[in-house]
């Protein structure tokens, strides 16, 4: 599925152009052409936005991001374009510059041997052709030399919660939505998420872990400001 941006990221340079001319990069938050994912002031809106929430318990590690500004228009425009080579692109833009400017040391030394994602349903992943939460933990696997674990099966095909749902709305909901892998036992699992509303999700992803006999850290790379 990545094909085609790994194709025209190794095009020689006239190619390379041509490419550019038909294809021009531009801002994936405000369309602005000439630079991609971020224009230059997307991205400085983003790199002196407030710093990032720090550590909320003892299981969840935090998030890279504040989800707002350039980063929530890019996002969600993006999670819908069925273009899992642009969402690539945006994570991978969003795990280097979290991790270089906020996050440096704090996955130096882990205690985890895997590290899962939040899966979404069959029906919905085919829909949107790729789950950004998969993608992310590829791409923070990568750079912590940590292998990858499909520890978790989404069960149910709920619909989308509304953005103004409750934490408590969308605890009830969301019971028995996961089913953990039986190999997840006594597995040390990252589990991470691409954003973080209530923690209704996760703590139910988590739950259904540790349920299975694992011990379990969460992690995400944005989470709404109100989670603070
Ligand atoms: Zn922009």
């Not at 020689?12 to 971020?38: H, K, M, R, V, Y």
């Not at 720090?54 to 500004?69: A, I, K, P």
């Not at 939460?133 to 030399?145: D, H, N, P, S, T």
């Not at 954003?195 to 011990?215: M, N, V």
């Amino acid at each position: 599925m990545t094909h085609s941006s790994t194709l025209i990221e190794t095009l020689t340079p006239p190619i390379q152009e041509l490419a550019n001319a038909f294809w021009p990069p531009a801002c994936l938050s405000c369309d602005a052409l000439g630079q991609s994912p971020f224009c230059l002031p997307c991205e400085n809106a983003l790199l002196h936005a407030e710093s990032s929430p720090q550590q909320n318990t003892h299981h969840h590690l935090g998030s890279l991001w504040l989800y707002g500004g350039p980063l929530s228009l890019a996002f969600a425009k993006t999670k819908f374009s069925k273009q899992p080579h642009q969402m690539k692109k945006l994570l991978s833009w969003l795990v280097q510059q979290g991790f270089l400017e906020k996050h440096r040391d704090l996955f130096q030394q882990h205690p985890w041997d895997a590290i899962s994602w939040v899966p979404a349903h069959p029906y919905r992943r085919l829909q949107r052709g790729f789950n950004a939460a998969q993608l992310l933990a590829i791409i923070l696997g990568k750079r912590m030399q940590l292998p990858l674990f499909s520890s978790l099966k989404c069960v149910r095909n709920d619909a989308p919660f509304s953005l103004g749902s409750s934490k408590a709305v969308r605890q009830k909901n969301i019971q028995g939505r996961y089913r953990a892998h039986p190999k997840a036992r006594k597995r040390k699992i990252l589990l991470v998420d691409d954003i973080c509303t209530t923690g209704a999700t996760l703590g139910e992803a988590s739950k259904q872990l540790a349920l299975a006999g694992a011990a379990v850290h969460t992690f995400t790379l944005a989470q709404t400001p109100k989670n603070n």
